[in-house]
């Protein structure tokens, strides 16, 4: 906050209101809801990153950012996760 004259401290430009606040509180609650649905409803990503993972810790590469590309753009990758969600719906 700058100073005005005489050194009162007038309102800083950048604080939100109340009802800003509030807004934003209930924006932060909505996206978090729809986050959760979206990761119920698509398993695929839940394997893609628990498989990413798993891969990573048996095989600890030096490069962390190298060894995610090469995962990610592997082109036998999605069939991985196919096989793996018919795995999943059988074993239901």
């Known amino acids: 906050m700058e100073p005005l004259p005489g050194g ?3 309102p800083d430009p950048g604080t939100l209101s109340p009802e800003q606040l ?3 509180r209930d924006f932060k609650i909505q996206t978090r809801i729809a986050n959760e649905k979206y990761l119920r ?3 695929e990503v ?3 990153i628990s498989g990413f993972f798993r891969e990573m810790f048996l ?3 030096d490069n962390i ?3 995610a590309a090469h995962y990610f753009t592997d ?3 999605p069939n991985k996760i196919h096989m793996q969600l018919i795995k999943d ?3 239901s």
């Open 22 to 24: 509030e807004q934003l």
């Open 8 to 10: 009162v401290v007038g």
């Open 89 to 91: 719906k059988k074993g």
């Open 59 to 61: 095989k600890r590469p």
């Open 41 to 43: 409803t698509h398993k």
């Open 65 to 67: 950012l190298e060894f």
């Open 75 to 77: 082109p036998r990758l």
């Open 46 to 48: 839940s394997l893609l």
